[in-house]
């Protein structure tokens, strides 16, 4: 099991929160950062020992990366929110990521920087490795469980969308000689070397059939045609991603300006870029992917293909819309 530690206010609920996340194994409510040994509720309280409120979040890694835990994280605190979460404030309410693996922190730095360029307000947000973590008392463990109508500061609405729909392990990436026989040499470009093809050329930017769009190269699931909009960049753009663990991130600064480079999380596919230009009602984000990265499954075509299991999701978009 890896582990990761994350204080997020009052510990309820993001213990209960975590738990519900395929691949996480355990989540456990402590105080952590803190000075002085085995502190109580009360002492943690008074904030005299600088403890945090915090989860222990044991989680394996073949099912759920850290990447995507910390997309979760950021679902449900406020990071630019000093010493209070919710309701609940003082020093114990503080949120922070706290790590016990270094190489954990390249990780850490990329999610948080992603995020940190979503708000105007300054981050508060602690990255700080674990000094030391005491399991609080067994009252506070699995609370929201034993008390489904206890008090709780989150919403759990960013769990209805389940990412177990997109199991990694079922997607896998060629050999580089097969990818060089099977891909177009424009499709082999944009993908293994961060290639751009020419705006308005590839049939997918304006295309509005209805279906799913996947990586080239592994058949991995990244982008609902619901989600899709017509940006007039001449790229196929996207709102968002099916869901967000199957797109990694990473800075790019080959031209004069710095930007957000995103990439396929199984096949490891360079796909474009997101900006913050997209349309408000959808988020703000603006995900700039080459049609040569992409494979387009029609809906018609999904059963057939083996993605039976994302026609309710296609469903349920067109009627919400």
């Known amino acids: 099991m890896n582990e990761i530690y994350l204080a997020g206010g009052c510990f309820w609920g993001v213990e209960e929160y975590f738990s519900r ?89 990329k999610v948080v920087n992603l995020e940190r360029a979503q708000y105007e307000k300054p981050f508060v947000l602690e990255v700080k490795p674990l000094e030391n973590f005491y399991l609080a008392e067994e009252y506070h463990q699995d609370y ?37 026989k099977t891909l177009t040499a424009k499709e ?32 991995e699931p990244l982008f609902l045609s619901t989600e899709k909009f017509d940006s007039g960049c001449g790229w196929p753009s996207f709102s968002k991603p099916i869901f967000d663990e199957v797109i990694t991130y990473k800075k790019d600064t080959s031209l004069t300006r710095e930007r957000i480079e995103v990439k396929s999380r199984v096949g490891e596919a360079h796909l474009g870029h997101v900006f913050n230009d997209g349309p408000l009602e959808t988020g703000g984000l603006r995900y700039c992917i080459n049609g040569a990265a992409l494979r387009f499954i029609p809906f018609e075509k999904l059963k057939e293909e083996g993605y039976e299991e994302f026609i309710p999701l296609l469903e349920q978009e067109n009627l919400s819309k």
């Open 21 to 109: 996340l395929k691949g996480v194994e355990n989540a456990q409510s402590g105080y952590a950062n803190g000075t002085g040994e085995n502190p109580s509720y009360e002492m943690v309280c008074s904030g005299t020992q600088g403890f945090a409120e915090t989860v222990k979040v044991s989680y394996d890694k073949t099912i759920i990366s850290l990447d995507t835990i910390l997309s979760y994280y950021f679902k449900i605190v406020d990071p630019t929110s000093f010493n209070k979460q919710g309701n609940d404030s003082g020093v114990q309410y503080r949120c922070g990521i706290y790590y016990v693996d270094p190489l954990d922190l390249r990780v850490i730095n």
């Open 144 to 180: 929201l469980k034993k008390n489904p109508k206890g008090y709780c500061h989150i919403s759990f609405d960013s769990l209805s969308n389940d990412p177990s729909l997109i199991e990694k392990q079922k997607y896998h990436k060629a050999d580089d000689a097969t990818l060089k």
């Open 188 to 219: 082999y470009a944009v993908t293994q070397h961060a290639d751009t093809e020419a705006p308005f050329t590839h049939e997918y930017y304006n295309s509005e059939k209805r279906g799913i769009y996947v990586d080239i190269t592994t058949g």
